[in-house]
């Protein structure tokens, strides 16, 4: 079964402030690689995904990410971060198996300070 | 807006009560995913149907079930409420197994 861990529970970036946030997955197989982004109250929003081709995948509002097998990482990057981007951020993985085939990782929270 | 609708928005109730949150997909996605999300517990996976039928299970209670009708829409049904199943319900749905989620805008449940 594949697993997701986000090192880093809480992050604060100053805005205009270059951003990266980490994720790494564990599964057998090349998996489905997604970023989801929530803010407070609301749904998750997907960001971007990668399921196979250019490593490197851009996304909604500036985002891009790349995925990079050797490391089994898919960190999420945003050169320039706006205050409209304080939120939660959910890596999560996915694979083409029964039982449970679609892993969140327990997410990071960006704050962004003005 | 992501396409998946879930009713209702809000819901109070007291304890030992039942009660049933519904889910519409996506148009043409066949699966659809329930989680549960408090302030202590994170996201949590419950179930997943595909194309009605049950296809995984994570930590849902015994309290709790699930089903996904032939129109592909899906009911959560919670009974003998506790305090601690306050919390966002959220569900999602996708083409296929292990593809993207989209989740729709949640029911925030609180039990009193």
């Known amino acids: 079964a594949q697993s997701v861990t986000q090192p880093d529970i809480h992050i604060t970036v100053s805005e205009g402030a270059s951003l990266e946030l980490r994720c790494n997955y564990s599964y057998g197989a090349t998996p489905y690689l997604f970023w989801y982004v929530q803010s407070p109250g609301q749904g998750l929003q997907l960001l971007l995904k990668?399921?196979?081709?250019?490593?490197l995948v851009q996304g909604i509002k500036g985002f891009e990410a790349e995925f990079k097998r050797s490391q089994s990482s898919f960190n999420l990057r945003k050169p320039s971060v706006h205050w409209s981007d304080a939120a939660e951020y959910f890596c999560?993985?996915?694979?083409?198996?029964?039982?449970?085939?679609?892993?969140f990782g327990p997410g990071t929270r960006l704050s962004v300070l003005p | 807006d992501s396409g998946v609708t879930q009713t209702p928005k809000h819901l109070i109730t007291a304890t030992g009560q039942r009660v049933t949150l519904r889910c519409s997909p996506r148009s043409g996605d066949l699966s659809v995913y329930w989680y549960q999300q408090s302030l202590d517990q994170g996201l949590q996976f419950l179930i997943q149907?595909?194309?009605?039928?049950?296809?995984a299970k994570g930590n849902i209670l015994e309290r709790f079930s699930a089903q996904q009708f032939p129109d592909l829409h899906s009911e959560l049904n919670l009974s003998s409420l506790e305090l601690g199943d306050s919390a966002l319900y959220f569900c999602?749905?996708?083409?296929?197994?292990?593809?993207?989620?989209?989740f729709g805008p949640g029911t925030r449940l609180t039990v009193t």
């Open positions: 999560a993985v996915g694979a083409r198996n029964y039982g449970q085939n679609f892993v």
């Open positions: 990668y399921f196979s081709g250019d490593t």
């Open positions: 999602a749905s996708s083409v296929d197994s292990g593809k993207e989620q989209y």
């Open positions: 149907y595909y194309n009605g039928e049950e296809r």
